[in-house]
């Protein structure tokens, strides 16, 4: 494997693992992720979907979930990926993460605790 291709191959990989995620939606729109989450009624559940900009190494997604008052969030966060790992942008930020998982930071993005989060798999949601 060329250098040149390893390179873009790690750092493409956090947006891989977001697209190949169990919660990935892909291109649907917030008014389709709030009807499949409004008869939940466990906080915290979550699914990911597509955002609106793709500029190679930056990408951008939202997280749609349940809070804890049963209302619908959807949050927009932005990944970049570099040589020293990826990074993630919100209301805060993150990184370089070079080992981490978006599970392992998901919980950050969503201002809670990771044991509170769980995704709705497409089998849930279909």
Same mark, same amino acid.
């Given at each position: ?7 873009? =191959?790690? $750092? ?26 409004? $008869?939940?009624?466990? #906080? ?12 190679? @190494?930056?990408?951008? +997604? +939202? &997280? ?6 049963? =209302?619908?969030?959807? *949050? #927009?966060? &932005?990944?970049?990926?570099? #040589?020293?790992?990826? +990074?993630?942008? @919100? ?5 370089? +993460? ?15 605790? *990771?044991?509170?989060? =769980? #995704?709705? =798999? ?5």
């Amino acid at each position: 494997m060329s250098v040149a291709l390893k390179k873009s =191959t790690i $750092e493409d990989a956090i947006h891989q693992e977001i697209q190949s995620h169990i919660a990935w939606y892909g291109d649907i729109s917030g008014l389709k992720a709030e009807k499949m989450l409004r $008869e939940i009624q466990t #906080p915290y559940v979550y699914i990911l979907r597509a955002g609106e900009i793709d500029l190679g @190494n930056q990408k951008d +997604y +939202y &997280v749609s979930y349940v809070l804890e008052d049963l =209302t619908i969030k959807h *949050q #927009p966060f &932005v990944v970049m990926d570099t #040589p020293d790992g990826w +990074y993630y942008e @919100n209301s805060g930020g993150g990184g370089p +993460y070079e080992e981490a998982s978006i599970f392992d930071v998901l919980h950050l993005i969503m201002h809670c605790q *990771q044991d509170e989060i =769980t #995704p709705l =798999t497409k089998l849930q949601g279909s």
